[in-house]
């Protein structure tokens, strides 16, 4: 079975395409956080997902790791879109979401990039008020996609993973849902 890695800076759509493709897909949703917050509640170390951030890094590490065998098993008997982040925007810099460490274990077949306009993104960030997002310029919002792109052209050499960009422009969702579904079917 296949397991596909989606990604999308905060204010692409991602999670309302996703949400809309499964419903013609043959595949289950499983975020890579959640799967993360189940593995480190059974080892009671943590009890919310804001405490699995003030773990040790080396604790970290054995989590994330944990998490990528735990979604390639589930991958065995069925398709997995993981819906997780490319790569952290930091006060000191971006980090990679997928770092060796996990793509040796989940060995993705395919990443998926969802991307909009950066003035679109900023748009609807500010519109959202169920939220409480970072604000990021313009400019920042075009250097955040750009390094997703970097970052998942990176994570393909390690994997040979294909790397696919679906755009989410304004009042077209179903566009971007056509394009996701016809890539994986």
Known sequence: MKVVVMT???GSGSTTVLKTALENLDYIN???GDEMLE???NQGI???RDELRKLSASQQKEIQ???AKSIKKKSENQNIIVDTHCTINTPSGYLPGLPEWVLSELQPDCFLILEADAEEIFLRRISDTTRSRDME???DINTHQQMNRAASMAYSIFTGATVKIIK????????AVEDLV???S
Do not use: M
């Open 46 to 48: 943590v009890e919310n």
């Open 182 to 184: 016809n890539t994986l």
């Open 39 to 41: 593995i480190a509640k």
């Open 137 to 139: 310029s313009i400019e």
């Open 168 to 175: 989410n422009h304004d009042n077209q969702v179903e566009k």
């Open 65 to 67: 790791k944990e998490a």
């Open 8 to 10: 999308g800076i905060p």
């Open 30 to 32: 499983v975020n890579y």
